[in-house]
Antibody, heavy 120, light 107 residues
Framework: QAQLVQSGAEVKKPGASVKVSCKTSGYTFSTSGISWVRQAPGQGLAWMGWISAYNGYAKYSQNFQDRVTLTTDTSTNTAYMELRSLRSDDTAVYYC?????????????WGQGTLVTVSS | DIQMTQSPSSLSASVGDRVTITCRASQSINNYLLWYRQKPGKAPNLLISAASSLQTGVPSRFSGSGSGTDFTLTIDSLQPEDFATYYCQQSYSSPFTFGPGTEVDFK
């Protein structure tokens, strides 16, 4: 059974960067992708992008494309999401999710979420 | 981008009620439609894929239907753990957009 465990909550100042990790287990990392989804307080879900754990190819939502970078480390079965130039409206819970068919949007297992707070 | 809408945005119901939530896509997405349940403070949980395929372990009181642009999630005999927010998501093309959610609360 796939498990995704994310890094802990972060507090950042405007203009800073944050890097969230997502350690996976229970499945063959390279056979699926990882999508990242964010949820602002009291709001809905917003898909940020996806990365293939097989070859590292990534696709980003235009809403985040200029500020986000997705990476993977196949030696530790871990995915990372870095968001730069943080603003107060980036305050949100960030989720990683296994994209079962690798860029299919089929998000069948999720991490517990990481709260990122941006405040001066 | 494909836009997803849901109705209603919220509804009040009682344990044992039958609940129906509608999701509409801005263009045809065939059956590339997923449904998630999100309990407060928790990550979303995948209930249904391909518009009507129940995920393993999901109770049979959940069902999905539809194709093209119009889809429905039905919960027969609502249980206490079903008071949550439900999201549809299209997996037809990137970006994989979500609906705004439907909150189901106690009447």
């Amino acid at each position: 059974q796939a498990q995704l465990v994310q890094s802990g909550a972060e507090v950042k100042k405007p203009g800073a960067s944050v890097k969230v990790s997502c350690k996976t287990s229970g499945y063959t990392f390279s056979t699926s992708g990882i999508s990242w989804v964010r949820q602002a307080p009291g709001q809905g879900l917003a898909w940020m992008g996806w990365i293939s754990a097989y070859n590292g190819y990534a696709k980003y939502s235009q809403n985040f494309q200029d500020r986000v970078t997705l990476t993977t480390d196949t030696s530790t079965n871990t995915a990372y999401m870095e968001l730069r130039s943080l603003r107060s409206d980036d305050t949100a819970v960030y989720y990683c999710a296994r994209d079962y068919y690798d860029s299919s949007g089929f998000l069948d297992s999720w991490g517990q979420g990481t709260l990122v707070t941006v405040s001066s | 981008d494909i836009q997803m809408t849901q109705s209603p945005s919220s509804l009040s119901a009682s344990v044992g009620d039958r609940v129906t939530i509608t999701c509409r896509a801005s263009q045809s997405i065939n059956n590339y439609l997923l449904w998630y349940r999100q309990k407060p403070g928790k990550a979303p949980n995948l209930l249904i894929s391909a518009a009507s395929s129940l995920q393993t372990g999901v109770p049979s009181r959940f069902s999905g239907s539809g194709s093209g642009t119009d889809f429905t999630l039905t919960i027969d005999s609502l249980q206490p753990e079903d008071f949550a927010t439900y999201y549809c998501q299209q997996s037809y093309s990137s970006p994989f957009t979500f609906g705004p959610g439907t909150e189901v609360d106690f009447k």
